[in-house]
């Protein structure tokens, strides 16, 4: 038997109903963050300004798989919140490449988890998406 999904995985960005389920998914990036509770708002807004803060004017952002992306040359990075936590998507070339700066992180193949409160140092997030935009870069 299939057990019941967990709300705890189910994303931030879906606009709450009256009964307090989440029911829809955004269809902007401005729209998600506006439906992602606080603190965990700020903290998806001060990473979403470092992406920012480095990719080339000609990126866009849309949401993908319900989640906000960065899309310059196909999809860069995903950043969400959850419940419990938020993660950024790098690709798992990118985790592996930062595997000593990541520790202290909760890890998986290609997400990273950080708490609510607690935004990535934005050095940090800056690095990362700098070696997937060199990785699209080579692709192309």
Same mark, same amino acid.
């Given at each position: !038997? %299939? #057990?019941?999904?967990?709300?705890? =995985?189910?994303?931030?960005?879906?606009? *709450?109903?009256?009964?307090? $389920?989440?029911?829809?998914?955004?269809?902007?990036?401005?729209?998600?963050?506006?439906?992602?509770?606080?603190?965990? #708002?700020?903290?998806? %807004? %001060?990473? =979403?300004?470092?992406? #920012?803060?480095?990719?080339?004017?000609?990126?866009?952002?849309?949401?993908?798989?319900?989640? *906000?992306?960065? $899309?310059?040359?196909?999809?860069? @990075?995903?950043?969400?919140?959850?419940?419990?936590?938020?993660?950024?998507?790098?690709?798992?070339?990118? @985790?592996?490449?930062?595997?000593?700066?990541?520790?202290?992180?909760?890890?998986? +193949?290609?997400?990273?988890?950080?708490?609510?409160?607690? *935004?990535?140092?934005?050095?940090?997030? $800056? $690095? !990362?998406? %700098? !070696?997937?935009?060199?990785?699209?870069? +080579? =692709?192309?």
């Amino acid at each position: !038997m %299939k #057990r019941p999904k967990s709300s705890a =995985r189910s994303s931030a960005g879906k606009t *709450p109903a009256a009964n307090g $389920k989440r029911t829809s998914t955004a269809t902007t990036v401005d729209a998600y963050l506006a439906a992602v509770p606080e603190p965990a #708002r700020s903290t998806l %807004k %001060k990473v =979403r300004a470092a992406i #920012r803060s480095v990719v080339p004017a000609e990126a866009t952002e849309a949401i993908s798989y319900g989640i *906000p992306a960065v $899309k310059y040359n196909g999809t860069l @990075v995903w950043y969400a919140a959850f419940a419990k936590h938020c993660s950024f998507f790098p690709t798992s070339s990118v @985790v592996a490449a930062f595997e000593d700066e990541l520790k202290g992180y909760k890890v998986s +193949k290609g997400t990273l988890h950080f708490p609510v409160n607690k *935004p990535l140092p934005a050095a940090l997030v $800056k $690095k !990362m998406v %700098k !070696m997937r935009l060199a990785d699209v870069k +080579k =692709r192309s």
